[in-house]
């Protein structure tokens, strides 16, 4: 039963449409209804900003469902191909299937006749005309036959208009009679060769999504090996009847068969419980009896793979490996290598193919979930960062679904990749005359011979001075490393003004500076490039307090921005760790109101003795000015301030508990006397 909830909020209207899955016109009703009622204009411009936002909602929602129905629809169609013999069964499932996967009104399959030098409608689904059923295409003619003549997916938005291809009268009339406006076809490829077409149309003007392509096109050449697949087996069948006397050859030839269809079940049956491309490559290698191993496409011989590519086949590489491309709509996603085979049997061979066309369709789930997981923790992050009232609640839920906890301390960081082959730490020969250290206290010089931004500082664009295509490989190459590196650490990331943001948790123990500085390390060993990394202090609680996330990136980019001004790319440190020299290298940050950067630093540094001050009616910062005035004798102390040394030491031990032990130290005690100053002058300037 649904919560009964207050119409309040101008979001709430939406949330019970999201909810129960209303239609798109449903959310114009909110906003009609409070025109009605003469709400305030503030109260509309609410409304229609909750609706525009409920509605990309919605729209995402229907999206991944949609994702999701085809991939299932593409690995049912795996499962029933795997147990399909009958060449027309195969056929009109093959059809059946593609019309499914898009939703189109009509799908239909042609196949070449080299006898008759044309092609014919074998099998079609959703047609209602006899004389398009009919239709016979000479080569090159229509659609088809440019599909054909190229071996690559066309698509047409309007048949009738679309100049590209060879229209006939016999063609055209047909297509008419069925009411076919816009038609995709994909080639099914054996080999070189193109077999055949599969269509699918719709009766008025539709656009085929890329994905929608990629998906029918690894359909079509999945469909492609089980027509080849029928065939083989009818050929064998023929063969048993007619060659009795080949007995033998028939039995070895059957045992190869039966390990084909065993290595198809199992692979099928690997797909449906969610295994993986490894286990794909073992029960090969455990069918052939040989290895079997998975490359990555950086990995993969090259020669063989593009003569695999180009055969549509497996092919030998060496004098006792053969390589299967694994690839989809056009893209190289790797190979499988069998090894230790100097002589393949054809069927083996086929079976090898079949595990690499399995195994492609893995990668692509895979990726599919992957990318559907990243701009989930990308949009939740953006939201953290851009609306800071949202309803920690929800957030919550959010974060849960990502494994990720927001009521735990975590930290933000702000990374930028830096140009190839600039050096990256400060300290050593020829990189800086002396040492800085990332505490507030500079030892020498910090003018080393690292590359510094162009870009004022909170700029999180890369310093590359390359071509922007150089640039943009860069930044996706940190975006794909620091996606990762959230998802394993149950964190969040984004790309973000020109860099990546993350937001990840802090374990006990463990402090932003140290994890900025590994973040760092291992950013820049997977993106193969020097990152520069600047990390906030910790965020107790995201969730309850979620502003502090965007205060958190602010103090961040400047953080990122006082390494460059020091020299340090391709290093990690924490704002905190600056001190007033990062406030110095930094400044304010964009957008915030003059001071702001003066008064984070003065809150750091002696915000807790201002807070005692304020609630207790003391006087710890008068005594502090004196006591620092004095040359730090408390005797001198005593007298500007007309009271006895006993509380004047008092005073000091109370100071000691607020700021720590090391209060009196030389580098704290010249932030805290600066701390003074500023907050002297700032409260006299009304900050």
Same mark, same amino acid.
């Given at each position: 039963m649904p919560v009964a909830m207050s119409d309040d909020r101008p979001e709430n209207p939406y949330l019970e449409l999201l909810a129960r899955g209303a239609p798109a016109e449903a959310y114009e009703r909110p906003v009609l209804r409070a025109r009605a009622d003469k709400a305030p204009a503030d109260r509309l411009a609410a409304l229609e900003a909750a609706k525009l936002l409920a509605l990309r909602v919605r729209g995402e929602l229907e999206g991944r469902r949609r994702?999701?129905?085809? +991939?299932?629809? $593409?690995? @049912?169609? =795996?499962?029933?191909? *795997?147990? #399909?013999?009958?060449?027309? *069964?195969? +056929?009109?499932a093959i059809v059946q299937r593609a019309r499914s996967l898009l939703g189109t009104e009509v799908a239909y399959l042609t196949l070449n006749d080299p006898t008759a030098g044309d092609t014919y409608m074998r099998v079609t689904d959703g047609s209602v005309s006899a004389r398009f059923q009919q239709l016979r295409l000479g080569m090159g003619e229509g659609l088809g036959g440019l599909v054909a003549q190229t071996a690559r997916p066309y698509v047409t938005e309007s048949y009738f208009h679309d100049p590209r291809f060879q229209h006939t009268h016999t063609i055209d009339a047909g297509v008419r009679d069925e009411g076919l406006v816009a038609i995709l076809g994909v080639p099914l490829l054996l080999g070189s060769g193109v077999i055949g077409v599969l269509f699918a149309a719709d009766r008025r003007a539709r656009v085929f999504e890329r994905e929608q392509i990629a998906l029918v096109g690894?359909? &079509?050449a999945h469909a492609a090996v089980a027509i080849d697949t029928a065939h083989l087996l009818a050929e064998t069948r023929?063969?048993? =009847?007619? $060659? @009795?006397?080949a007995n033998e050859i028939i039995r070895d030839r059957s045992r190869v068969i039966e390990r084909a269809s065993d290595v198809h079940d199992r692979l099928t049956e690997l797909v449906l419980r969610g295994g993986g491309v490894h286990d794909v490559a073992d029960a090969v290698a455990e069918v052939l009896s040989g290895s079997v191993e998975f490359l990555e496409a950086d990995e993969a011989p090259a020669a063989a793979v593009d003569r695999s590519r180009a055969d549509g086949h497996a092919v030998r590489d060496g004098?006792?490996?053969?390589? &299967?491309?694994?690839s989809a709509g056009g893209e190289l996603l790797g190979a499988l290598v069998l090894r230790g085979h100097p002589r393949l049997d054809p069927v083996d061979q086929r079976t090898l193919e079949r595990a690499a066309m399995v195994t492609s369709l893995l990668q692509l789930a895979r990726r599919s979930a992957g990318e559907a997981e990243q701009r989930v923790r990308g949009e939740l992050l953006d939201d953290l960062l851009d609306a800071p009232d949202r309803e920690p609640r929800l957030l919550r839920e959010r974060a849960a679904r990502l494994q990720a906890d927001l009521d735990t301390p975590h930290? /933000?960081? %702000?990374?930028?990749?830096?140009? !190839?082959?600039?050096?990256?730490?400060?300290?050593?020969?020829?990189?800086?005359?002396?040492?800085?250290?990332?505490?507030?206290?500079?030892?020498g010089t910090a003018h080393g011979h690292g590359t510094t931004p162009s870009t004022g500082p909170g700029n999180t664009s890369s310093t590359s001075g390359g071509a922007p295509a150089e640039d943009a490989a860069g930044r996706r190459r940190l975006w794909s490393a620091a996606?990762? !590196?959230?998802?394993?650490?149950?964190?969040?990331?984004?790309?973000?003004?020109?860099?990546? /943001?993350?937001? $990840?948790? !802090?374990?006990?123990g463990d402090t932003a500076d140290? #994890?900025?500085?590994?973040? %760092?390390?291992? +950013?820049?060993?997977?993106?193969? *490039?020097?990152?520069?990394?600047?990390?906030?202090?910790?965020?107790?609680?995201?969730?309850?307090?979620?502003? @502090? /996330?965007?205060?958190?990136? =602010?103090?961040?980019?400047?953080? #990122?921005?006082? +390494?460059?001004?020091?020299?340090?790319?391709?290093?990690?440190?924490a704002a905190e760790d600056f001190g007033f020299l990062g406030l110095l290298l930094a400044g304010t940050r964009e957008g915030a109101p003059d001071g702001t950067g003066v008064q984070d630093f003065v809150a750091r540094t002696v915000g807790a003795v201002i807070d005692y001050d304020e609630r207790r009616g003391t006087e710890l910062?008068?005594?502090?000015?004196?006591?620092?005035?004095?040359?730090?004798?408390? *005797?001198?102390?005593?007298?500007?301030?007309?009271v006895h040394v006993n509380t004047v030491a008092q005073r000091l031990e109370r100071v000691g508990r607020l700021l720590g032990p090391d209060w009196q130290s030389p580098a704290r005690s010249l932030e805290i006397q600066l701390a003074l100053r500023l907050h002297r002058l700032t409260s006299a300037m009304g900050y």
């Open positions: 994702r999701e129905a085809e +991939l299932s629809a $593409l690995f @049912e169609t =795996a499962h029933d191909l *795997a147990g #399909l013999r009958d060449l027309d *069964a195969v +056929l009109q690894s359909f &079509a023929t063969a048993l =009847a007619e $060659l @009795e006397a004098g006792e490996d053969w390589v &299967a491309a694994v930290v /933000v960081l %702000a990374a930028g990749i830096e140009a !190839l082959g600039m050096g990256t730490p400060t300290t050593g020969p020829g990189n800086a005359h002396g040492t800085t250290h990332c505490h507030g206290t500079t030892h996606s990762h !590196l959230a998802a394993t650490r149950h964190g969040l990331a984004v790309a973000r003004d020109g860099g990546t /943001v993350l937001l $990840l948790p !802090l374990a006990e140290a #994890l900025a500085r590994r973040t %760092a390390r291992q +950013l820049g060993t997977a993106a193969h *490039a020097a990152v520069t990394v600047g990390a906030s202090a910790p965020v107790p609680a995201p969730a309850a307090r979620p502003g @502090e /996330v965007a205060a958190g990136y =602010a103090e961040a980019r400047r953080c #990122l921005a006082a +390494l460059r001004v020091l020299g340090r790319a391709g290093q990690g440190a910062i008068r005594t502090l000015d004196a006591y620092f005035a004095g040359g730090m004798s408390p *005797a001198r102390t005593k007298d500007a301030l007309h």
